[in-house]
């Protein structure tokens, strides 16, 4: 197999300190021989509009193509507030995702027991804590036509975007869940708003069928997204994957993202179907934005990026002992008290962004010769 292609997106904000914490990570796994990459780096949001004028350019879209794996930080920023909507850096991440056919999103919610006590829950709610949301991620009302702003007869204006969602791309997406399910815990639990959008009612039908025709073994339950949020605060520890479209998928995850502490610890990973040989598009991300608060400043959490290459690890290059090697490092950091200003508790004392990185190189380097 030739060298693998690996595209990295720094962004805005505090993109550019994450990433060369992360690029540390990744060069420990070059230079011990575990792995090896052909990495190259693109602009993406505010960074492509401030150096091309738009927030995704013809020529990075060709590059994600070609790349077998896509490492974002993140995008945004009050600095782009007032640039008009389709040249908005999220406008970048939008169509970078629809470019590359990333249907699937995969967002762990998994509760470190070194940080459960930061947790916005008690603690026994929490503790062990492991759900993947799935989220859809180029369809709803995110991507539904019509959408725009008009002005009516009466001089009123209106705002309006469509939700949609077709059988084949409820199908798809309920597939990637239920595989899931079954590495896990073997429970699915889709969720829509059957109850006033016709919609959800599709969604619900649709994923009893497919459930009925392929699932048997996997349990399949239906809640309402309302609900849904609801339960994820009052008993989290009922969920094992969430299946969801993309308007709930987004609210829902940031709410789990909360239960385990820290946003700075959550990665993400989209993907898209698989080709005849194979091949997927793929793009890991950290869960959080940009903070534009403490950008600049040093103190950010690299923790969510490098567990989204341990992703990438896991899921575009099946390097599963790679994977679970990192994402063991990142634990024994945490159990041995080193923190970032975020996953802090009063009166701990805290790192930057680079000694955050530099802890896991060294943790890695202890790890591989234990
Ligand atoms: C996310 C973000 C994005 C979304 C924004 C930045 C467009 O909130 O990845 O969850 O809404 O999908
Ligand atoms: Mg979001």
Redesign the pocket.
Known sequence: MSTPTLLLLPGDGIGSEVTPATRKVIDWFQSTGRATFNITEGLIGGASYDVHGIPLTDETVAQAKKADAVLLAC??GPKWDTVSYDKRP?AG??RIRKELGLFANLRPAHVFDALAAASALKLELVKGLDIMIVRELIGGV?FGEPRGIETLPNGERRGFNTQSYTTSEIVRIGRVAFELARKRKGRVCSVEKANVMESGVLWREEMTKLHAAEYKDVELTHMYADNCAMQLVRAPGRFDVIVTD?LFG?LL??LASMLTGSLGMLPSASLGAADSSGRQAALYEP?H?SAPDIAGKGIANPLAMILSFAMMLRYSFNMAANADLLEKAVHSVLASGIRTADIAEQGQPTVGTTAMGDAVVKELDRLAKS
């Open positions: 995008i945004g999220e991440l939008l995110y993309n987004d995850s940031d869960i934005g």
